[in-house]
């Protein structure tokens, strides 16, 4: 028996910002997007490497304020990536851990990404 590779789903409120953050800032691709009609909530995937997210505007899906670990073979190429794009909203730095190192950021929506590699 085998299991696959979990897809956590994140809550948010807004698709502008969104974009901006998974997209812009921090380099996602959206695969696809769904709603059940023009005007009702957003649901999408989006993915960078193997790093795979759902991030959905359903209030029944899950509650903002989600944490999660992502691995990254390259924190300090990553953490250069970030910087270089002069995001408003966040200049993440690469903090020592007992246990590796951490560059964290939280979405505008309360979920906090901790990145995490050597």
């Known amino acids: 028996m085998n299991f696959g590779k979990p897809v956590p789903i994140l809550r948010i ?22 709603r059940f009609e023009a005007d009702l909530p957003l649901y999408l995937q989006v993915s960078k490497g193997d790093c795979v997210l759902h991030l959905s505007e359903h209030h029944g899906d899950c ?9 990254v073979d390259d924190l300090d190429a ?12 966040a200049r993440p730095g690469i903090e020592q851990m007992p246990w590796g190192r951490d560059l964290s950021v939280s979405d505008p929506f309360g979920n906090r990404l901790t990145f995490t590699g050597n």
């Open 78 to 89: 990553f953490h250069r990536e970030l910087l270089s794009k002069r995001y408003s909203y």
């Open 63 to 71: 509650s903002p304020g989600a944490a999660m670990r992502i691995p």
């Open 13 to 34: 409120f807004d698709e502008a910002k969104t974009r901006e953050f998974y997209v812009d800032f921090l380099g996602f691709e959206i695969n696809w997007e769904h």
